[in-house]
């Protein structure tokens, strides 16, 4: 089992930043994909960011694209968001997510991830 706590989340104002950390435990030896995904009210939840926890390659959503960084440090299990440029859109419940599924690929599938944080809460005001 691996165990995800999310932290960092808050409130800003649009253009402010933010820098989420998402902390792993238990048996984090096989994770392969350490993501981020959002949800708003009334909306799909929706992957942002991803890492490939190997070799730390990373893959952005579009929506995201130059805004937003992901990065990991292995030797705390812990991986970050940086959330630059921030806008009344990006507000949402934001989850970390996990799996020792391997892949070629970035899956932004919400239901390719078998561990899942409790969320952090962030909100952008205009």
């Known amino acids: 089992q691996v165990q995800l706590v999310e932290s960092g989340g808050g409130s800003v104002q649009a253009g402010g930043s933010l820098r989420l950390s998402c902390t792993a435990s238990?048996?984090?030896?096989?994770?392969?994909?350490m993501s981020w995904f959002r949800q708003a009210p009334g909306k799909e939840r929706e992957g942002v960011a991803s890492?490939?926890?190997?070799?730390?390659?990373?893959d952005v959503a579009n929506s995201v694209k130059g805004r937003f960084t992901v990065s990991q440090d292995n030797a705390k299990n812990t991986l970050y968001l940086q959330m630059d440029g921030l806008e009344p859109g990006d507000a949402a419940m934001y989850y970390c997510?996990?799996?020792?599924?391997?892949?070629?690929?970035?899956?932004?599938?919400?239901?390719?991830?078998?561990?899942w944080g409790q969320g952090t809460q962030v909100t952008v005001s205009s």
């Open positions: 997510a996990a799996t020792d599924r391997d892949s070629r690929f970035f899956d932004f599938n919400a239901g390719a991830y078998k561990y």
């Open positions: 238990g048996h984090t030896g096989n994770i392969r994909f």
């Open positions: 890492i490939y926890t190997r070799n730390g390659a990373t």
